[in-house]
């Protein structure tokens, strides 16, 4: 059973450009998290989506930042015009259903640099 | 709102040896779960224990055990006989049991990196 899949791994954008960060949970999750890591920080809360909604953004930026998880395909994180303060690192979490004491399986992040 | 406070930044361990990590959070709710995760350099977060608050008895995952003091609020993670794959950042966290909540958030602490000398 793969875990919670995220790419690309690194990914470098120039100020004004965009970044679009993939997430596919595992196998039977229809729970999508995201969490934002700047250096030496601990992971923030960003959005939590369920399929085809957004169930909670009050952790995401309100301007350039938007994220989805449609019926078909990964989840999706898209940072339109980055700058320098965007760059951190991105994880995606999920889970198979919300609450209880089952933990979030987190995949390996990616980190996005903008130069 | 919840916070948590991981009061050292980084700690250090001879191998086989025992460490503590101290972790406090703060918090008007009585049930709620407790986390312990590990960061290696993979970036990769690994679950590393669980505490649900209702519960008197302290978690224990082979070498990983907590000390969980509901009144005073500390949750510290015990890791003994430390060997060289123990080296990584840990990270405390903290998340609700109250159903209809935030109870999908997890509230991490900044971190300790434990560095583990051979």
């Not at chain 1, 930026?61 to 965007?86: M, Y």
């Not at chain 2, 406090?24 to 590990?38: I, Q």
């Not at chain 2, 350099?41 to 519960?55: D, F, H, N, T």
Request: charged share 20%.
């Amino acid at each position: 059973n793969a875990g919670v899949m995220q790419n690309p791994r690194h990914l470098v954008r120039r100020r004004g450009q965009e970044a679009r960060l993939r997430c596919s949970p595992m196998k039977g999750h229809s729970h999508v998290y995201w969490y934002r890591q700047l250096p030496e920080e601990g992971l923030k809360f960003m959005v939590y989506l369920q399929k085809e909604n957004i169930i909670d953004e009050s952790g995401m930026p309100k301007e350039r930042f938007s994220a989805e998880f449609p019926k078909e395909g990964p989840s999706i994180l898209r940072i339109q015009q980055v700058v320098r303060g965007d760059s951190a690192a991105y994880f995606c979490a999920s889970s198979p259903q919300v609450g209880g004491n089952s933990p979030l399986h987190f995949g390996n992040g990616t980190r996005l640099t903008v130069t | 709102a919840q916070t948590v406070t991981q009061s050292q930044p980084e700690m250090s361990v001879q191998e086989a040896e025992t460490v503590t990590l101290s972790c406090t959070y703060d918090t008007s709710e009585s049930d709620y779960y407790l986390f312990w995760y590990k960061q290696p350099p993979s970036r990769q977060m690994i679950l590393v224990i669980r505490q649900e608050a209702y519960k008197q008895q302290n978690a224990t995952e082979n070498r990983f055990s907590v000390n969980f003091q509901k009144a005073a609020k500390s949750f510290s993670l015990k890791i003994s006989d430390s060997q060289l794959g123990d080296a990584a950042m840990y990270f405390c966290a903290y998340r609700s049991a109250i159903s209809g909540g935030s109870n999908y958030k997890l509230t991490f602490g900044k971190g300790t990196l434990l560095t583990v000398n051979p």
